[in-house]
């Protein structure tokens, strides 16, 4: 194929040193998705490293991706939360699309999960309480971010909630007419809406719970899908099993709260306040010494 024809290559392949603008420097990729991808980078702007988004090669013409970066920016420019990653800038135009982040400290849940197994309860109650608050303040702004999992929570005092990519407004997302989110963490009604049910607040909840699920038992709830079944349940095992059990040493008022987030009607499970309402508790009975001892590994 000549270079006249040759497709625009797939991924930026910057290196450490690499400019990404005049301003950004590249240090490492991070990862990304199908649309982007995350480097970690110094900014001669802020004069610190930041995470830069950028819109893949061969997507900066695709009206796709760079509406969902513009929903992404606005949702960085609405939400004001300690435990929500924060927006420091952005370019929507010219031949590299991104967004500027802050440079969040410390590992990703799902890291620690992989390396570790499951977390000690006085590592996950204090996550699971920080990210019920920002879920609080979501839904008091009338967004959702319908992407709660375990790679998308930095572990840290407070844990910090990234990736605002999906993100939208209560009546956005009610009105979605397409699977939103990661398969293992979606709650039911975001599996085939509006047919499974319309997704919102609730629907984060869920997420949350699912996440907690993974950090408390060191696995999913529920059963891997297969994409490529011809059911609903055999792709989205969630909407039809139930989840697994929760091991017997877990405490009985985290294991009820879990298992209330992941419940198949929207309107039974906790609103986020109850979630670190019921959580505080146990939080505050645990020894002393241990929580002394807290830090993220």
């Given at each position: 194929m000549s270079a006249a024809t040759?497709?625009?290559?797939?991924?930026?392949?910057?290196?450490?040193?690499?400019?990404?603008?005049?301003?950004?420097?590249?240090?490492?990729?991070?990862?990304?998705?199908?649309?982007?991808?995350?480097?970690?980078?110094?900014?001669?702007?802020?004069?610190?490293?930041?995470?830069?988004?950028?819109?893949?090669?061969?997507?900066?013409d695709d009206r796709s991706s760079l509406r969902g970066l513009r929903r992404e920016v606005r949702a960085l420019a609405t939400i004001n939360h300690p435990v929500v990653v924060r927006g420091l800038r952005h370019e929507l135009d010219g031949p590299r699309p991104h967004v500027v982040l802050e440079?969040?400290?410390?590992?990703?849940?799902?890291?620690?999960?992989?390396?570790?197994?499951?977390?000690?309860?006085?590592?996950?109650?204090?996550?699971?309480i920080d990210i019920a608050s920002a879920l609080?303040?979501?839904r008091r702004l009338g967004w959702v971010h319908l992407d709660i999992k375990p790679s998308n929570v930095i572990m840290g005092s407070p844990a910090r909630l990234i990736d605002l990519s999906v993100a939208r407004e209560v009546d956005a997302?009610?009105?979605?007419?397409?699977?939103i989110g990661t398969?293992?963490?979606?709650?039911?009604?975001?599996?085939?809406?509006?047919?499974?049910?319309?997704?919102?607040?609730?629907?984060?909840?869920?997420?949350l719970g699912a996440t907690l699920f993974h950090a408390v038992a060191g696995h999913r709830p529920f059963e891997d899908g297969d994409p490529h079944a011809a059911s609903l349940a055999g792709r989205f095992p969630q909407?039809?099993?139930?989840?697994?059990?929760?091991?017997?040493?877990?405490?009985?008022?985290?294991?009820?709260?879990?298992?209330?987030m992941l419940d198949p009607d929207p309107a039974s499970r906790p609103a986020p306040r109850e979630v670190a309402e019921s959580l505080e508790p146990v939080l505050a009975a645990l020894p002393r010494q241990r929580l002394a001892g807290f830090k993220v590994r």
């Open positions: 040759q497709e625009p290559d797939d991924r930026w392949r910057f290196g450490d040193g690499d400019p990404i603008t005049d301003e950004l420097t590249a240090t490492r990729l991070l990862g990304g998705g199908s649309a982007y991808e995350a480097y970690l980078a110094f900014d001669e702007v802020t004069f610190s490293p930041v995470v830069v988004k950028v819109v893949r090669p061969d997507q900066v440079a969040v400290d410390g590992p990703r849940l799902s890291s620690l999960v992989r390396r570790y197994g499951p977390l000690e309860d006085y590592q996950y109650l204090p996550l699971a609080h303040y979501l997302a009610a009105d979605l007419d397409h699977v398969d293992a963490y979606m709650a039911p009604e975001q599996c085939d809406p509006p047919r499974t049910g319309r997704p919102g607040p609730a629907s984060d909840v869920w997420g909407t039809a099993a139930s989840p697994s059990a929760l091991p017997r040493h877990v405490h009985p008022d985290v294991a009820r709260t879990v298992l209330a």
